[in-house]
Antibody
Framework: QVQLHESGPGLVKPSQTLSLTCAVSGGSISSGSYYWSWIRQPAGKGLEWIGRIYTSGSTNYNPSLKSRVTISVDKSKNQFSLNLTSVTAADTAIYYC????????????????WGQGTLVTVSS | SYVLTQPPSVSVAPGKTARITCGGDNIGSKSVHWYQQKPGQAPVLVIYYERDRPSGIPERFSGSTSGNTATLTISRVEAGDEADYYCQVWDSSSDPVVFGGGTKLTVL
């Protein structure tokens, strides 16, 4: 079965760029009608969707983060990545990657499975 | 932007039925999905398409929608069901993906 695993620096300085990678195993990132998403969760708070990418390269982003977010995919490595620029303490959170099942005709999507998450702290 | 409202907490005795609600404008027109998140773990999908269960999720978990409220029902609650539960929809008019604020289920 498909598994996802996030990796990247656990500490980022304010104003710098947060960069994370999600490695997909147990299946090809290009197979099926799946999107690949990033979601974050500040400590003790709820879930916030960051954005998604399809293997064609098509992306959608949360409007509240759109100006700072870039999601890219590397099909040869079976992974996708997140870049978040100009970070502040408010970006401190656990970052999850997840496979997103999108059913366009029904205008719906859900996330399954999720990676185990990686904590990113923004601090000098 | 679209808002999903969940009660912060729900408590239930073992063996009883827990109902966790998720309110949203015209939510009946959307497909609602539910996730379970245990402490220190990633969320797990427990209900999709409002009432379908992924493989491995017990039949004790069920979903429904009526009016402006979606409900996750957990029958015969067990201690292992203690977790945070989140509802989620896709709202094409604003943020493509919206999560509720989460409900902490406590098993007494």
């Amino acid at each position: 079965q498909v598994q996802l695993h996030e990796s990247g620096p656990g500490l980022v300085k304010p104003s710098q760029t947060l960069s994370l990678t999600c490695a997909v195993s147990g299946g090809s990132i290009s197979s099926g009608s799946y999107y690949w998403s990033w979601i974050r969760q500040p400590a003790g708070k709820g879930l916030e969707w960051i954005g998604r990418i399809y293997t064609s390269g098509s992306t959608n982003y949360n409007p509240s983060l759109k100006s700072r977010v870039t999601i890219s995919v590397d099909k040869s490595k079976n992974q996708f990545s997140l870049n978040l620029t100009s970070v502040t303490a408010a970006d401190t959170a656990i970052y999850y990657c997840a496979r997103e099942v999108v059913v366009v005709v029904a205008a719906t999507s859900w996330f399954d499975p999720w990676g185990q998450g990686t904590l990113v702290t923004v601090s000098s | 932007s679209y808002v999903l409202t969940q009660p912060p907490s729900v408590s239930v005795a073992p063996g009883k039925t827990a109902r966790i609600t998720c309110g949203g404008d015209n939510i009946g027109s959307k497909s609602v999905h539910w996730y379970q998140q245990k402490p220190g773990q990633a969320p797990v999908l427990v209900i999709y398409y409002e009432r379908d269960r992924p493989s491995g999720i017990p039949e004790r978990f069920s979903g429904s929608t009526s009016g402006n409220t979606a409900t996750l029902t957990i029958s015969r609650v067990e201690a292992g069901d203690e977790a945070d539960y989140y509802c989620q929809v896709w709202d094409s008019s604003s943020d493509p993906v919206v999560f509720g604020g989460g409900t902490k289920l406590t098993v007494l």
